[in-house]
C-alpha cells in the first residue's frame, strides 16, 4: 500500500515570496491533515479536511495562509506571503477517519526555510 | 487551555529499559498516541490508548491513567536505532480526530 505522498521535499524562498505544497494521501482515507512542525516542538495542526469539506482550520493563519482538497482527494496548502517564522517542516496526515479508526499516517513533509 | 507535558530529552544505554513520561491536562480527552520520528523524518504510529491500563506491543508497551492524565511510553531492550523523538499526542471529543500534540522526548541510546 502506497504511503502518504508529499512534494516538494525541500523548498528555500526569501521571505514575502509564495510557495506551494501538495499532498496526496493514502487511497481511501477520507480526512487529510495539514500540520505545522516548527524545529524541537511537536507538530501542530493547522487544517483538518474530512472529504473536500473544512473541519477544523482554527489554527490556520488565514491571512497569508490557505488550503484545498479538490474532488477529495489531493490537497495543496499555500503560503502568501512567506514570513520568516514560517520556516518549518509541513506534514500532510492521512486516516479512515470517524468511522475507520484514529490513526495518522504522516507523509515525508516539506522543510520549508525562509529566508 | 490544552496542555501536554514530557520530558525533553532522555539518555539510556542499549539494552536498558527506559521510561518516557507524558502528563496532560485537557477536557474533553478521548485517546493517546504515542509516535516515533527519527530525525528527519515523518512520525511513526507506536501506540494508542483510549482505556486505562498497559498495552504491549513487541519491545514497546504504553500505559494510560485516565484519572491521573498520565501516560508513559516503556521501550525495553534499547537499541541504537531507537534513537529518536518520541511524541506524545491527544484525541479530544471537540476536535474531531486531529491530533494534539506535546514537544516530543528526544531519546538518545548509547553503546
Redesign the interface.
Not at chain 1, 524541537?40 to 495542526?45: A, E, M, R
Not at chain 1, 484514529?102 to 513533509?109: A, K, M, S
Given at each position: 500500500e502506497a504511503g502518504?505522498a508529499q512534494s516538494p521535499r525541500y523548498k528555500i524562498i526569501e521571505k514575502r515570496q509564495s510557495v506551494a505544497f501538495w499532498c496526496n494521501p493514502i487511497s481511501g482515507h477520507a480526512?487529510l491533515?495539514w500540520y505545522q512542525q516548527i524545529l524541537?516542538?511537536?507538530?501542530?495542526?493547522l487544517i483538518?479536511f474530512?472529504n473536500n469539506g473544512v473541519?477544523?482550520d482554527s489554527q490556520l493563519p488565514k491571512d497569508r495562509f490557505s488550503a484545498e482538497r479538490l474532488k477529495g482527494v489531493d490537497s495543496t496548502l499555500k503560503i502568501q506571503p512567506a514570513k520568516l517564522e514560517d520556516s518549518a517542516v509541513y506534514?500532510c496526515a492521512s486516516?479512515l477517519?470517524?468511522q475507520g479508526g484514529?490513526?495518522?499516517?504522516?507523509?515525508?513533509?516539506t522543510r520549508l526555510t525562509v529566508t | 487551555g490544552q496542555n501536554i507535558d514530557q520530558p525533553t530529552e532522555m539518555t539510556a544505554t542499549e539494552g536498558a529499559i527506559v521510561q518516557i513520561n507524558c502528563t496532560y491536562q485537557t477536557s474533553g480527552f478521548n485517546g493517546l498516541f504515542w509516535y516515533q520520528q527519527h530525525a528527519g523524518e515523518a512520525p511513526t504510529f507506536l501506540s494508542y490508548n483510549v482505556l486505562d491500563g498497559l498495552e504491549e506491543k513487541g519491545r514497546f508497551s504504553s500505559f494510560l491513567s485516565r484519572s491521573k492524565g498520565y501516560s508513559y511510553l516503556l521501550l525495553k531492550e534499547l537499541q541504537m536505532k531507537d534513537s529518536a523523538s518520541y511524541l506524545c499526542a491527544v484525541i479530544l471529543r471537540q476536535a474531531g480526530t486531529a491530533l494534539i500534540f506535546g514537544k516530543g522526548t528526544t531519546l538518545s541510546v548509547s553503546s
Open positions: 502518504v480526512t491533515y524541537g516542538q511537536g507538530p501542530k495542526l483538518q474530512q473541519v477544523d506534514l486516516s477517519g470517524l484514529y490513526e495518522q499516517y504522516f507523509g515525508p513533509g | -
